[in-house]
């Protein structure tokens, strides 16, 4: 099954919560958050909430701590087992950042699950303070979508995922819920999928825009119904890959006649 390619948003998605917020609001952010809202971007935005949480005392550990803490369902986490045990390759497009769902991943024991993980980037420096960066540096070119925001464009992430498989046979399954999910719908197929979750805003545009979209469109509400739909997809896949590979070892009409044709003499 490595031909299937499981795309995952993050937040609201693997996670029934958002891990930005659920650290704003975990770590007593709440008031100079909502002072700063219209000030900054998001992602510059929450760069200085962790140096606000710097300034506090509290460490990177800390903040490992209370992302430890942010739930994540266990039909979800079978789901992902499931499909990394039947050979597909998993990854996550995020608008999140590295350091928040590696940690929670890796709490769950998921993070060797995911082949790739494309977020905006994390390091610590060297006053042990945690910094977020954007995915795109927009000081060096801008990537050009104005259906995302400055700092990632999942839409451009999945144009290089598909890239990087060159003309492969790949079939992709793309599950999200936000704004910035419609962008990599509108990059599948019509031999792809893509599962927003309902009532989302992802779910809203692709109702609003049906013409646009080629993949098949499979939504869902819950962890329990993620799990169910895309399990059987991918065994539907499995399936359609099992038939085609048997299709493909027949002998042709014509070979099949020239083996049975009599010689004569």
Known sequence: MADVVVVFDFDRTLIDDDSDNWVVTQMGLTHLFNQLRSTLPWNS???RMMKELHSQGKTVEDIANCLRQCPLDSHVAAAIKSAHSLGCDLKIVSDANQFYIETIMEHHGLLGCFSEIYTNPTYVDEQGRLRILPYHDS???HHGCNLCPSNLCKGFVLDQVCISFGCGKQRFIYLGDGRGDFCPTLKLRDCDFVMPRKNYPLW???CSNPMLIKAKVHEWSSAEELKKILLHLIGAISIKE???STVSRRPN???????TMPVYS
């Open 253 to 259: 009409s014509s070979e099949c006649r020239s083996q």
């Open 139 to 141: 000081t060096l070119s």
């Open 242 to 244: 099992d038939v085609d």
């Open 45 to 47: 935005l929450m760069d």
């Open 204 to 206: 809203d545009r692709i």
